[in-house]
């Protein structure tokens, strides 16, 4: 996440099933609560939907896409342009990774969820030999820590 600071991705219910957060100031799911009422709230004051927050210096884009929210949290100063694209690249990311049938028989297992994160990973250098090496050193890290996790679901502590 080049030019983010945060991210939610919750339903429209407001249950967050992903976040990756820097510097954790409120609990997730309270925030997803938020989120839902502020929409909620758009929705009968405005007859529409709220689409970005300035709080300071740091503004809020709300993204919705089949029943799920997509708030992400940038510095004032960030390039709009440059940061709904990548929200834009994080929803079609999640999207392809998660299709429409599993998610709609998702219920409240948002462990799911936890490998996301690796997706959306931030690839700062663009260096010719960094874009050679990032997809196999990626899925070798995604295959590895699936066996590590799974390896200790199995023990019984």
């Known amino acids: 996440m080049k030019n983010l600071k945060n991210l939610w991705i919750m339903r429209d219910s407001g249950i967050v099933v992903f976040e ?14 938020l989120v839902s009422a502020i929409h909620t709230l758009s929705g009968e004051i405005i007859d529409g939907e709220i689409e970005n927050l300035t709080v300071g210096d740091e503004k809020y884009s709300f993204n919705k896409k089949n029943n799920f929210f997509f708030v992400a949290n940038y510095p004032k100063s960030a390039k709009e342009k440059l940061v709904k694209r990548e929200v834009k690249k994080i ?7 998660y299709p429409l049938e599993l998610l709609e028989t998702f219920q409240s297992d948002i462990t799911i969820f936890r490998d996301f994160e690796y997706e959306i990973e931030d690839t700062k ?22 066996v590590l996790i799974n390896e200790v679901e199995k023990k019984d502590f």
């Open 20 to 33: 990756k957060v820097f510097k954790e100031k409120i609990s997730a799911q309270l925030f997803g609560g």
């Open 125 to 146: 250098k663009d260096t010719k030999k960094d874009k050679i090496l990032e997809k196999p050193i990626g899925k070798f890290w995604n295959i590895s820590r699936k």
């Open 91 to 97: 929803i079609n990311t999640f999207f392809d990774k």
